[in-house]
């Protein structure tokens, strides 16, 4: 079993920046596959930021490109989202997701087996 722990969310102004970390547990050795989503009250849960950890290949939304950069830390387990120029737009929960298979571009939700909790990133203007 895979285990997702999102941390580092929290309150920012606009124009600065926030890390995000996602830890991930159990059959680390099998996942391929990580993305960030988000998800905003009322809207549907986005994909923002994937990385293809065999190659370190990385996907980014359009909302986010340039200002987003995911990255993994292949002793740590870790892979991290670092938010920069952040927006009020940026509101959202921040999740995590993994899997066992290659992603070559964003992926839809539905692909992934593991989920983190989640971690609240609120952008003030």
């Known amino acids: 079993q895979v285990r997702l722990v999102e941390s580092g969310g929290g309150s920012a102004q606009a124009g600065t920046s926030l890390t995000l970390s996602c830890t991930i547990s159990?059959?680390?050795?099998?996942?391929?596959?990580v993305e960030w989503f988000r998800q905003a009250p009322g809207k549907e849960r986005e994909g923002v930021a994937a990385i293809y950890l065999a190659g370190g290949i990385t996907y980014y939304a359009d909302s986010v490109k340039d200002r987003f950069t995911i990255s993994h830390d292949n002793a740590k387990n870790t892979v991290y989202l670092q938010m920069a120029s952040l927006k009020p737009g940026d509101t959202a929960q921040y999740y995590c997701a993994a899997d066992i298979r290659a992603c070559g571009r964003l992926m839809q939700r539905d692909f992934f087996d593991y989920w983190g909790q989640g971690t609240q990133v609120t952008v003030s203007s």
């Open positions: 159990g059959y680390t050795s099998t996942t391929n596959c």
